[in-house]
């Protein structure tokens, strides 16, 4: 065997083991219940799959889909295994005659606010411009909060950058110092 056959026997156990990995923790849902438990990004991440929640939901009431359905898809495309699971047991509540807020409310992935605007939605008959609302509500939310991380990771950026050139100038300078030194 030649050096490369073996490198890319190696290599490939290691994607191997990655993926194994990458997928037992997807499976279990570790990486997304990390993420939303995260303390900034944490809260981001929330806002943006409550919004995308909402917003699909919504589209799908008003466009006549059954409201079934329209969970079962909008779980599909929520982008996170926890928020999936929540929107999957409303379903399945749902079809046990339960209303949509009380199971919303059960799993404690949504608000307190989405959950009684939801509720509010379904006791007045007006569920789908309800969602629109908490959608457009949340989406201001996302742009908001990532406008002010935005402006926060820019001083951070500029100090890293001051030191990185910092670094790079020293050690140009040094060795001409420590050779005007020997020479003097």
């Known amino acids: 065997m030649n050096g490369h056959s073996s490198f890319a026997?190696?290599?490939?156990?290691?994607?191997?083991?990655?993926?194994?990995?990458?997928?037992?923790?997807?499976?279990?849902g570790q990486i997304d219940r990390t993420v939303l438990r995260l303390p900034i990004l944490g809260m981001l991440m929330r806002k943006i799959a409550v919004a995308r929640f909402c917003r699909t939901l919504g589209t799908l009431l008003t466009s006549g889909v059954p409201i079934l359905d329209g969970l079962e898809i909008t779980a599909r495309t929520s982008?996170?295994?926890i928020v999936e699971d929540a929107i999957m047991a409303t379903r399945k509540s749902i079809e046990e005659g339960k209303t949509i807020a009380q199971p919303l409310e059960e799993t404690g992935?949504?608000?307190?606010?989405?959950?009684?605007?939801?509720?509010?939605?379904?006791?007045?008959?007006?569920?789908?411009?309800?969602?629109?609302?908490?959608?457009?509500?949340?989406?201001?939310?996302?742009d908001e909060a990532t406008a002010n991380l935005l402006a926060l990771l820019e001083p951070i950026m500029i100090c890293f950058l001051g030191v990185v050139i910092g670094g790079i100038v020293i050690s140009m300078y040094m060795p001409m110092f420590d050779l005007i030194n020997k020479i003097g």
Do not use: W
């Open 9 to 28: 026997r190696i290599d490939g156990k290691g994607q191997a083991f990655g993926a194994e990995l990458r997928g037992a923790l997807l499976r279990e």
């Open 79 to 81: 982008g996170n295994s």
């Open 109 to 142: 992935v949504f608000p307190s606010m989405v959950v009684q605007m939801i509720s509010v939605g379904e006791q007045t008959g007006a569920l789908d411009a309800m969602l629109s609302k908490i959608a457009d509500f949340y989406e201001d939310e996302v």
